[in-house]
């Protein structure tokens, strides 16, 4: 039975990593395969013959992506990792080359134009050169960027920080600074104590101890703390007596007269009447 799957299928790699040492010759220095892709090491200044070597003989049309890798502890502390592919095999082959800080690897913009972008993201990152490209510059990091943020000794705060100057109004560099003091950090459990003395704990071993309490106040029994039944009646009086209904004849004491009972205010003084015809407005004709 024939199980057919959407997933396209690759070329294997039976055969291929001989042929191609056998073709390629004294360009390659390794060549060996890992975790299913065959990774060919190949002289630095040969690159550029068998690249097009791969792509005119063997088929690799395009370049998919340049990777950079950083062993400091080597002496060409740099490898540059190119990843083929083939579209009529559909197999993907990887060609590495080493270099250190001064010495320039050859271009590949020639045998594929897209490696301008890539070899230029190489450069920012790592710091590779790349002898034959024309436009070499940064491409990630911004303007005034110093050193090359993916190498292993690359500081993790950076060299330079960048804020915005209320002063200059706009935006500055400035070298970084760190206003909290470096702290570290055991990971030991509050709960469980530490074997040192903790920053400020110092200052409680200074003060003196308060002395014991020789008779120890208890509440045991309601009438200890005051409360009980006949409190609470006690209080109820308090809180009722003088209130508005317990006055002499069931009134308010001290209320204000009813205004039904004040006299009329006097007349208004003038020559207009006090009437509802003479505070009326006027209107004009035809309102």
């Known amino acids: 039975m024939t199980i057919l799957h959407s997933a396209p299928k690759y070329a294997t790699n039976e055969g291929v990593a001989d042929a191609l040492k056998a073709a390629l010759g004294d360009m390659i220095v390794s060549v060996h395969e890992e ?56 197999h993907r082959l990887i060609i590495k080359v080493s270099t250190d800080e001064a010495t320039p690897v050859p271009t590949v913009t020639k045998i594929w134009p897209n490696a301008g972008w890539l070899e230029r993201e190489v450069f920012d990152l790592y710091g590779v050169l790349f002898a034959g490209n024309e436009d070499l510059r940064r491409i990630l990091t911004d303007y005034g960027f110093e050193g090359h943020p993916f190498r292993k000794d690359f500081p993790l705060t950076g060299h330079v920080e960048l804020r915005y100057s209320e002063e200059d109004k706009r935006v500055v560099y400035q070298p970084v600074s760190l206003p909290q003091d470096f702290r570290s950090f055991d990971f ?50 308090k809180a009722s007596a003088g209130s508005p209904a317990t006055a002499k004849g069931g009134s308010d004491a001290g209320a204000p007269a009813p205004t039904e009972d004040r006299p009329e205010k006097a007349a208004r003084e003038g020559k207009a009447k006090d009437t509802p ?11």
């Open 35 to 90: 975790h299913g892709e065959i990774l060919i090491s190949v002289v630095r200044d040969r690159l550029a013959d068998a690249m097009t070597a791969l792509r005119d003989e063997h088929a690799y049309q395009q370049l998919m992506e340049i990777a950079g890798v950083d062993y400091p502890g080597r002496a060409e502390r740099f490898e540059v990792c190119y990843c083929l592919l083939s579209v009529t095999k559909n």
């Open 277 to 287: 015809a003479a505070t009326e407005v006027k209107k004009e004709d035809g309102e």
């Open 188 to 237: 030991m459990s509050p709960w469980e104590g530490a074997d040192y003395v903790l920053p400020g704990d110092e200052k409680a071993a200074e003060q003196p101890a308060p002395p014991p309490v020789k008779d120890p106040k208890v509440t045991e029994t309601p009438a200890d703390t005051g409360a009980g039944a006949k409190a609470d009646a006690k209080a109820g009086d």
